[in-house]
C-alpha cells in the first residue's frame, strides 16, 4: 500500500513571495490534516479535511494560509504572502475516518516539505 | 480542553537501558492517547493507541505505555534501549474534539 505523498520535500523562498504544497493520501482515506511543525515543537494542526469538507481550520492563518480537497482526494495548501515565521516543515497525514469519535483513527504521514522563508 | 505535557524535551540512556518517556494529558472527556515516534527527516508514525480498553497498551518495537488516569498519565517504556530507539517521541491526544493534540515532543538519545 502506497503511503502518503508530499511535494516538494525543500523550498526555500524569500519573505512575501507564494508557495504551494501538495498532498496525496494513501487510497480510500476520507481524513486529510495539514500540520505545521516548527523546529523544536510538536506539530500543529493547521486544517483537517472529512472528504472534501472542513471540520477543523481553528490555527490556520486565514489571511495568508489557504487549503483546499478537491474531489475529496489530493490537497494543496498555498501561504501568499510567506512571513519568516512561517519556516517550518509542513506535514500532510491521512486517516481511514473511522465511523467513531472524530480524531480519534490512526494518523498515516507523509515525509513532510520543508520551507525556509528568507 | 485537551493538552499534554511531555516532561523533559530530551532523555539519554545507555544502550540496554530502560526507556522512560513521560506524558501527562488533559482532557475533559475519556480521552484517547497515542505515541508517534519520528525519526530524522521523516514524518511521524504510530507506536501505540489507548482506546479504553486495556490500561496497558503494547506497541511496535518493543513499546508500551500505561493509562492511570488518577495521575492522569500515559507514560512510554521499553524494557531495553536499542541505538534505533534513537528518534524523537510525541505523546498526543484526543479529549473529545475532533482532533488530537501533540506535545512537545522528547528527543531520545541511546548512548553505547
Known amino acids: 500500500e502506497a503511503g502518503v505523498a508530499q511535494s516538494p520535500r525543500y523550498k526555500i523562498i524569500e519573505k512575501r513571495q507564494s508557495v504551494a504544497f501538495w498532498c496525496n493520501p494513501i487510497?480510500?482515506?476520507?481524513?486529510l490534516y495539514w500540520y505545521q511543525q516548527i523546529l523544536g515543537q510538536g506539530p500543529k494542526l493547521l486544517i483537517q479535511f472529512q472528504n472534501n469538507g472542513v471540520v477543523d481550520d481553528s490555527q490556520l492563518p486565514k489571511d495568508r494560509f489557504s487549503a483546499e480537497r478537491l474531489k475529496g482526494v489530493d490537497s494543496t495548501l498555498k501561504i501568499q504572502p510567506a512571513k519568516l515565521e512561517d519556516s517550518a516543515v509542513y506535514l500532510c497525514a491521512s486517516s481511514s475516518g473511522n465511523r467513531g469519535r472524530i480524531g480519534t483513527d490512526t494518523q498515516y504521514f507523509g515525509p513532510g516539505t520543508r520551507l525556509t522563508v528568507l | 480542553a485537551q493538552s499534554v505535557t511531555q516532561l523533559g524535551s530530551h532523555v539519554s540512556v545507555s544502550e540496554g537501558a530502560l526507556v522512560l518517556l513521560r506524558c501527562n494529558y488533559s482532557?475533559?472527556?475519556?480521552?484517547?492517547l497515542f505515541w508517534y515516534v519520528q525519526y530524522p527527516n521523516q514524518g511521524l508514525q504510530l507506536l501505540l493507541k489507548y482506546t479504553s480498553a486495556a490500561t496497558l497498551v503494547k506497541g511496535i518495537n518493543g513499546f508500551e505505555a500505561e493509562f492511570k488516569k488518577s495521575e492522569t498519565s500515559f507514560h512510554l517504556t521499553k524494557p531495553s534501549a536499542h541505538m534505533s530507539d534513537a528518534a524523537e517521541y510525541f505523546c498526543a491526544v484526543n479529549g473529545g474534539y475532533q482532533k488530537v493534540t501533540f506535545g512537545t515532543g522528547t528527543k531520545l538519545q541511546v548512548i553505547p
Open positions: 482532557s475533559s472527556v475519556p480521552p484517547y
Open positions: 487510497s480510500g482515506h476520507a481524513t
